[in-house]
């Protein structure tokens, strides 16, 4: 019986085609870790200098976009944390 090993799967999206998709072991990335990723690809992938910027101010601040804040969308058997409107990468956790 062969072992199933856990991965990161990770998508990219610019309206409904996928730009980039890759899966990553899971014990070589934190939740948090993956998080800091989906911003940074969000970050490469379409935004300005200035919306990077203003999307780092502090959470309240009148000056933050919002662009790179990660949502998380859970349920039973489901776990996919999401980062950008367009483009927007997604993530979540699959067994092969």
């Known amino acids: 019986m062969t072992r199933k090993h856990r991965y990161w799967r990770i998508r990219g999206y610019e309206s409904a085609k996928c730009i980039y998709e890759v899966d990553i072991t899971v014990g070589e ?3 948090r ?3 800091n990723l989906l911003r940074a690809l969000v970050s490469r992938a379409g935004l300005t200098f200035p919306e990077i910027v203003e999307s780092y101010a502090r959470h309240n601040a009148r000056r933050n976009n919002g ?8 349920g039973p058997n ?3 944390l ?3 409107s367009n483009p927007h990468f997604n993530a979540w956790i699959v067994e092969k």
């Open 67 to 74: 662009l790179l804040q990660v949502q998380r969308d859970t």
């Open 78 to 80: 489901r776990f996919v």
């Open 29 to 31: 990335y934190s939740e």
């Open 82 to 84: 999401t980062c950008g």
């Open 33 to 35: 870790d993956i998080e």
